[in-house]
Nanobody
Framework: EVPLQACGGGLVQAGGSLRLSCAAS????????IGWFRQASGKERERVSF????????YYSDSVKGRFTISRDKAKNTVWLQMSSLTPEDAAVYYC????????????????????????????WGEGTQVTVSS
């Protein structure tokens, strides 16, 4: 798998902000969609946000649209997820992912992403980082 280094997360009060980052070691992100899934305790995995590294196209789930911002620095091979106006419903383990766009455009990946899982040697799924939001 693509080696991903995820940082950020932690405990924040409702209404606060946190920033997650995702970086690749020894690999450039070119040709990938990078982003996050999250999974709250007892709930199914949920898409959060993705970005096409090459052209900057983005996707946000309805639950985070307007509050989260995803961005990338191609030179630093890093993607950030700025999370604002956090609510207890945002509390979850956040997983950084890297999806190689080798079978279609970013839009296709987004359409299919709810059922996406990493392929050995091609995609990446980072260690989860906990986001806790106190009310």
């Amino acid at each position: 798998e693509v080696p991903l280094q995820a940082c950020g997360g932690g405990l924040v009060q409702a209404g606060g902000s946190l920033r997650l980052s995702c970086a690749a070691s020894g690999l450039t992100f070119g040709g990938y969609a990078i982003g996050w899934f999250r999974q709250a305790s007892g709930k199914e995995r949920e898409r959060v946000s993705f970005i096409n590294i090459d052209d900057g196209s983005t996707y946000y789930s309805d639950s985070v649209k307007g509050r989260f911002t995803i961005s990338r620095d191609k030179a630093k091979n890093t993607v950030w997820l700025q999370m604002s106006s956090l609510t207890p419903e945002d509390a979850a383990v956040y997983y950084c992912i890297a999806a190689l766009l080798d079978s279609g455009p970013f839009s296709q990946f987004v359409t299919e992403s709810a059922n996406w899982y990493p392929r050995d040697g091609l995609d990446g799924w980072g260690e989860g980082t906990q986001v806790t939001v106190s009310s």
